[in-house]
C-alpha cells in the first residue's frame, strides 16, 4: 500500500510540473502580448528551463517511482527558475516575473512534497 501511495505522490507531482511547464511557456504571450515584438529576448532562458521541466515531469508522470533522482533535479530547476526571475531583466514584463515566481514555487513545493512523502515510508 505504501508503493502505490507513494507512486500517486509522485505521479501528481510530476503532473503539476508538467502543467506549470506548459503554463510558463504560455505565459509570455498570454500576460505580455508585446512579448512577441521583442521575440521573446526577456524570456528565452525561463522558456528553456519550463521546456525541460516539463519533459522532467513527465518521465516522472509516466514512471514515477523508476528515475527517484529527477524529483532533486526538479527542485534545483525549481530554485534556477526562481533566481531567474529574481534577476534583473530588460523589457520583461513585472506580471510575467510574478507569475514565474509563483508557478516556480508551486513546482519546488510539489516536488518537495513528493519528497517527503518517500521519506516518510
Not at 42 to 51: D, E, H, I, N, R
Amino acid at each position: 500500500m505504501g508503493d502505490l501511495h507513494g507512486r500517486t505522490a509522485e505521479s501528481r507531482a510530476g503532473v503539476t510540473a508538467f502543467l506549470a511547464g506548459v503554463w510558463l511557456i504560455a505565459a509570455p504571450p498570454v500576460l505580455h502580448f508585446s512579448a512577441s515584438l521583442h521575440a521573446f529576448r526577456p524570456y528565452w532562458v525561463s522558456m528553456g528551463l519550463a521546456v525541460v521541466i516539463m519533459l522532467l515531469g513527465m518521465v516522472r508522470a509516466m514512471a514515477p517511482l523508476d528515475v527517484p533522482f529527477i524529483r532533486h533535479l526538479t527542485i534545483a530547476l525549481a530554485v534556477c527558475l526562481i533566481v531567474v526571475a529574481l534577476m534583473p531583466a530588460d523589457g520583461g514584463s513585472a506580471a510575467v516575473w510574478l507569475n514565474q515566481l509563483v508557478v516556480s514555487a508551486l513546482i519546488a513545493l510539489s516536488a518537495a512534497l513528493a519528497w517527503l512523502i518517500s521519506l516518510r515510508r
